[in-house]
């Protein structure tokens, strides 16, 4: 928020490309810190209905993705950049003192065998990679769907945008609905039928160009922001209590770094192979995280 604050008044007074790219990185920073320790509270809070409860999580997240774009964009048209920064800022100054005053900490009791830690290691390890392997598709589509559905599949803009926005509306569903079948039926089973989900209509948006295209989107963002559901509730069960923090921080860097590898390379294969390749690679990609997955050993 700090961050944002400054953004808002360096627009005001003055700018400076340099000054402003590191007012972005302090924002970013700031952000990211939020996901090991919040993950981790709603955990300790809610031990018996992790699923449940990191479905509700996503879905704060992606009603957050779906509106923020909506209500900057009104703020912008009405009333300028300098003031959307300085709005979004005093949002988190907002939430601090909420945050301080009503959430209370809990005190956890770690057990600090070395043999349950070299036990519940390597699956951890294994579900970070597993994530790291089917994040390839969102990742990717992510920074290229609206070019995507706009130029390879000759939809107008404003339809390449809603197309993009049903991935974020689905997402909202998906959190509760993943999370609570996860918690009946078991995390490994749900994650290995949404990775399948994810890949199979990935591969359907390079198939059609019909209606199917509306169908695809919907159980692709289903699909990708269910698994992210799951996963923190999965990681959260075969991590050792007193790294947990440390391992869900490693998850979530892993992703960005993802997220900063994919696009110029699938921008570069998109010039040279053209989208309908670019994303059927994709599709295939994600697949191939079933393979980490099938080897991770649960507790017994």
């Known amino acids: 928020s700090s961050a944002l604050l400054l953004i808002g008044l360096f627009f005001i007074y003055s700018f400076n490309i340099w000054i402003f790219a590191l007012l972005l990185f302090l924002a970013g920073v700031g952000g990211s810190t939020y996901h090991p320790l919040g993950i981790s509270f709603l955990i300790d809070l809610y031990p018996e209905k992790r699923g449940q409860i990191m479905g509700y999580h996503q879905t704060g997240g992606a009603i957050g993705s779906f509106i923020s774009p909506l209500l900057i964009g009104v703020i912008v048209a009405s009333y300028g950049w300098k003031s959307a920064f300085l709005s979004i800022s005093l949002l988190g100054f907002l939430l601090t003192p909420v945050l301080w005053f009503f959430l209370k900490d809990i005190k956890q009791v770690y057990n600090n065998k070395k043999e349950k830690i070299k036990r519940t290691y390597s699956p951890a390890l294994l579900l970070i990679l597993t994530s790291a392997i089917y994040i390839v598709g969102f990742r990717g589509l992510n920074a290229f769907a609206i070019q995507y559905f706009n130029e390879g599949k000759a939809f107008t803009f404003n339809e390449a945008t809603l197309l993009f926005s049903i991935l974020q509306i689905a997402g909202i569903f998906s959190g509760p609905i993943s999370g609570r079948l996860s918690d009946v039926f078991g995390r490994k089973k749900i994650i290995?039928?949404?990775?399948?989900?994810?890949?199979?209509?990935?591969?359907?948006?390079?198939?059609?160009?019909?209606?199917?295209?509306?169908?695809?989107?919907?159980?692709?963002?289903?699909?990708?922001?269910?698994?992210?559901?799951?996963?923190?509730?999965?990681?959260?069960?075969?991590?050792?209590?007193?790294?947990?923090?440390?391992?869900?921080?490693?998850?979530?860097?892993?992703?960005?770094?993802?997220?900063?590898?994919?696009?110029?390379?699938l921008g570069n294969m998109i010039d040279i192979y053209g989208f309908t390749l670019s994303f059927a690679v994709l599709s295939a990609t994600s697949l191939l995280s079933i393979l980490p997955l099938t080897r991770i050993r649960e507790r017994t």
């Open 192 to 265: 290995f039928s949404l990775i399948m989900l994810n890949s199979l209509s990935l591969f359907l948006m390079t198939m059609t160009h019909s209606i199917l295209l509306y169908l695809a989107c919907i159980l692709f963002g289903f699909a990708i922001f269910g698994l992210l559901a799951i996963t923190d509730a999965y990681l959260s069960e075969i991590t050792p209590e007193e790294s947990l923090r440390s391992m869900i921080g490693l998850n979530l860097s892993i992703s960005f770094i993802v997220g900063t590898i994919i696009p110029p390379l």
